[in-house]
Nanobody, 129 residues
């Protein structure tokens, strides 16, 4: 199985930027579709973005489209989330997730989250107003 470790969270002012990283180990990361989810205090977990095994296909939540960019470097077994124009409502714990069963054509099902097998422990992003 794959192990996932997030990093890059922190405190940023509204309008600022952060880049999250997700380092994978234990299995060939390029065999896994992957993505980011987040959970704000008192709220349910929500989907943020997903990326296919090769990185050629991406899928975003409407709330982050145009502001966030997901990418991956399979040579480094790492996935990224570049977050620009951050808003206070982006404050949440961000989780990296991966699963080998999803193709590029099924990222919308990956976004549901309940069927994704591998998760990191999360990194906190706080956006101040």
């Amino acid at each position: 199985q794959v192990q996932l470790v997030e990093s890059g969270g922190g405190l940023v002012q509204a309008g600022g930027s952060l880049r999250l990283s997700c380092a994978a180990s234990g299995r060939t990361f390029s065999s896994y579709a992957a993505g980011w989810f987040r959970q704000a205090p008192g709220k349910e977990r929500e989907f943020v973005a997903a990326i296919s095994r090769s990185g050629a296909t991406t899928y975003y939540a409407d709330s982050v489209k145009g502001r966030f960019t997901i990418s991956r470097d399979n040579a480094k077994d790492t996935m990224y989330l570049q977050m620009n124009s951050l808003k206070p409502e982006d404050t949440a714990v961000y989780y990296c997730a991966a699963d080998p069963r999803y193709s590029s054509g099924s990222l919308s099902r990956f976004a549901i989250g309940s069927g994704v097998d591998y998760w990191g422990k999360g990194t906190l992003v706080t956006v101040s107003s």
